[in-house]
């Protein structure tokens, strides 16, 4: 056998391998061995059959897969001797039809194209500049916040005459046209110019205005119209009042804090206001860690600097979702694509380079701590934690164990970045929600 590697370039390259019949011919004939002592030939007793028989019958899909096991076996044992990394999986060439002779040809040539990066070099020194964000939670949001799940617990009525934020229940409908709604509509997403016209108002009063009047925003905001509609809306409007829903804030009261927090939790407005501080405060912390995780992932992905075989890639992603998407969709997703590979590149090699390793007691804690989050409002509490295990197995065997897999790589992706942290040069930076919100919007 002679395996052959040919660069062409310095992240594409093809390797060639040749096999002579020493290298396939001695499996063959032992499966050819076998197959006579188990065949089932019309005439012949069970396993009597001559053996030129059954190599005539079975002689070519035999040769043609022990050639298969060979090249696969050969290529993967090839490819980890190299000191590059490998990137997607090898294409074989294709060849012409009918340009192997499997009954008397005993030397045989493939081809494959490779995709690989030489080196993973990421400097984990003070030249490496990244930010930890800290979001604060400050009164406002504590109090809008307490604000709204007054709101959203507070108790519903209908009174005969409409107020500022009342919700409107009504038909929308143009004053040209055949356009009609039945909807809705909360006062409180119009424009206070808008809104003015809403308040006042009882059952079967109708409002006019005009299109020119709603802001773009408001149409889907506010009337729930689709984005064409709202491009075709013009002219004049009536809104026909059929009913009007007011919410009452509920009172700071025992009731409206075990509702809340669960029984025996808080027992004071001051102790509710606490620990809805607290409750934001930890919601951010975890928003505050995944931003500067994404964040970091940039920087490390950017001072890489990898040199991806764009091409391979492309084609490789084409044949190995076999016509699940087209080149098309490959075009399309391929920037995001080629981050993620580049990041998990990297991870790999600072997780090799520094002994960086997922336990197995890492991923059961992380996917405890998930299923808390997702279970967080429901009120199961010590319910919960006695069925933990079961949750925890149930999922992690799920998707045919992907979910393991997936859980262990978010666990040492977690780990490495936690390394990058205290290597590079890291600056702390406390933010607040206004401007955290920017910066998800650049």
Excluded at 93 to 115: A, H, L, M, P, R
Excluded at 347 to 362: L, T, Y
């Amino acid at each position: 056998m002679e395996i052959t590697l040919d660069k062409h370039s310095a992240n594409q390259a093809s390797i060639k391998i040749t096999l002579n019949e020493a290298d396939y011919q001695p499996k063959v004939d032992a499966k050819l061995k076998d197959y006579a002592k188990k065949a089932a030939i019309k005439g012949f007793r069970p396993g009597k059959a001559p053996i030129s028989m059954v190599k005539g019958m079975y002689g070519v899909s035999i040769l043609v897969d022990e050639i298969n096991a060979i090249l696969g076996e050969s290529l993967n044992t090839y490819l980890k001797e190299q000191t590059f990394r490998i990137l997607g999986e090898p294409l074989p060439v294709e060849k012409e039809d009918n340009s192997i002779d499997w009954k008397t040809q005993k030397e045989f040539d493939f081809e494959y194209k490779i995709g690989f990066v030489d080196s993973v070099n990421v400097a984990l020194d003070n030249t490496t500049k990244g930010t930890k964000y800290s979001i604060q939670v400050d009164e406002k949001l504590v109090n809008e916040t307490i604000e709204n799940l007054k709101s959203q617990y507070g108790n519903s009525t209908n009174p005969e005459v409409s107020e500022a934020n009342d919700n409107i229940y009504g038909d929308l409908k143009a004053t040209e046209g055949e356009f009609t709604k039945t909807l809705s509509l909360p006062t409180s997403k119009l424009s206070k110019k808008l809104a003015a016209k809403f308040i006042g108002l009882s059952k079967d009063a109708v409002v006019e205005f005009q299109a020119k009047d709603v802001k773009k925003d408001e149409w889907s905001e506010a009337f729930g119209l689709t984005d064409e509609e709202a491009a075709e809306a013009s002219g004049a409007f009536t809104f026909e009042v059929k009913n009007i829903n007011r919410t009452e804030a509920a009172e700071l009261n025992q009731e409206f804090f075990d509702k809340i927090f669960g029984p025996e939790t808080v027992a004071s407005e001051e102790e509710f206001t606490a620990k809805v501080k607290e409750t934001l405060q930890d919601s951010y912390n975890r928003e505050s860690k995944v931003f500067t995780d994404e964040e970091l992932k940039k920087v490390l992905v950017a001072k890489a600097n990898l040199d991806l075989p764009e091409a391979f890639l492309k084609e490789w992603l084409l044949k190995a979702n076999q016509g699940k998407v087209s080149e098309a969709d490959v075009e399309n997703e391929y920037p995001l694509y080629a981050n993620q590979l580049t990041w998990s590149l990297i991870s790999n090699q600072i997780a090799k380079d520094n002994s960086i390793q997922a336990e197995h007691e890492d991923v059961i804690e992380k996917t405890k701590e998930m299923v808390r989050e997702q279970f967080a409002s429901s009120g199961l509490g010590s319910q919960l934690e006695a069925s933990m295990d079961m949750f925890v197995d149930n999922y992690l065997k799920g998707n045919e164990g992907q979910n393991y897999m997936n859980m262990l790589t978010s666990v040492q992706n977690e780990k490495v970045l936690a390394f990058v942290q205290e290597k590079i040069d890291l600056t702390e930076k406390t933010i607040s929600i206004d401007e955290f919100k920017e910066l998800l919007e650049k």
